[in-house]
DNA sequence: ATGGGGGCCTGCCGGC
DNA sequence: TGCCGGCAGGCCCCCA
């Protein structure tokens, strides 16, 4: 799925025609995504203008003027496409219904928005927004990657004494927001650190490394747009190209790109995930 | 408290 | 062609 460079591209190509502009009209096509979606969604979104649309780690958020807010989740196969958007930057007329479209929002701008996710990973749910940092999914994350409050006095800390693999801790959500498996591979990768090291076992110097690295994996590979490998597109349908510039995750088998390394791209698996690096330059 | 594994779903790809 | 196993960008929950 969607890790954080591929959910602020699809914000960011959302805003346009959602900040600002009424819900006409939610169609919800079933009760349920991961979790049931709470009582009357399409009666408490139709009608309702978004006042913004902020993300917070994998999450997109919408505050509406009721004083709710829209919580979407895009799980691992969630998109959101944009069709017959007045402002002509989108597919201009509405496509066929497709399968795992699961909830339609016309705007009154004449935007339609539809979700569809066939793995059934997402999520939709509606809170106040005054307390929506307390929402059960959002309270126990982490610091922003992009902002401030992740540094390296803080990562250190975070990291230390854990006996989990890097890999492991980078992936927990609640050491840092918004990475995902194909992040975390590119930034230890840069970082020349092996993923299956112990994460509290790392030097103070090494673990501060990281933050500049991941702040500029995140920030290059939302500059193009996120990752497209299976199923992701950008709100326009439109495919992001960051996975060209892979240099671990889905390597296997090829040489390493590092200067003057002669290594060969290794796959193991951790924790039921495959992680993509380079035994030789990698420690 | 921390770490590891199972499970939730569907779709796709490669091998036979 | 068809079937089957393996795999997939996430993350909650249970267990040791």
């Known amino acids: 799925m969607p890790e954080l460079p591929e959910v602020e591209t699809v914000r960011r190509g959302l805003a346009p025609v959602m900040e600002g502009q009424v819900i006409a009209q939610a169609q919800v096509n079933r009760p349920d995504l991961r979790w049931p979606f709470p009582p009357l969604m399409a009666e408490r979104l139709t009608g309702r203008r978004v006042m913004a649309l902020r993300r917070r780690s ?13 919580l979407i989740h895009l799980g691992m196969s969630g998109r959101m496409l944009v069709s017959g958007d007045p402002l002509g930057r989108f597919v201009h007329d509405h496509p066929a219904a497709e399968k795992h479209d699961h909830v339609v929002l016309d705007m009154a701008n004449g935007a339609r928005i539809t979700f569809n996710d066939p793995r059934r990973f997402g999520a ?20 922003e990657p992009l902002g401030n409050d992740f540094n390296e006095p803080y990562l250190v800390a975070a990291l230390k004494g854990r006996n989990t693999p890097v890999k492991s801790a980078l992936l927990d959500q609640r050491i840092v927001a918004g990475l995902g498996n194909i992040y975390v591979c590119e930034a230890l990768f840069r970082a020349r650190i092996s993923p299956r090291r112990k994460a509290g076992q790392i030097a103070a110097a090494r673990v501060a490394g990281m933050v500049p690295i991941i702040r500029q994996v995140l920030a ?16 326009d349908g439109e495919l992001g190209y960051f996975q060209h510039s892979f240099d671990a995750y889905g390597r296997e088998g090829e040489p390493c790109r590092a200067a003057g390394c002669t290594g060969t791209i290794a796959r193991i698996v951790q924790a039921g995930r495959s992680s993509f690096y380079c035994p030789l330059c990698q420690r």
Not at 221 to 229: C, D, F, P, T, V
Request: aromatic share 4%; no cysteine.
């Open 124 to 143: 939709m749910d509606l809170l106040d927004t005054a307390t929506a940092e307390n929402h059960k999914l959002l309270a126990v994350i982490g610091p």
């Open 220 to 235: 290059e590979a939302i500059e193009a747009g996120g990752s497209s490998l299976r199923d992701f597109r950008q709100a």
């Open 58 to 70: 994998k999450y997109i958020l919408a505050d509406l003027d009721s004083g709710e807010t829209l």
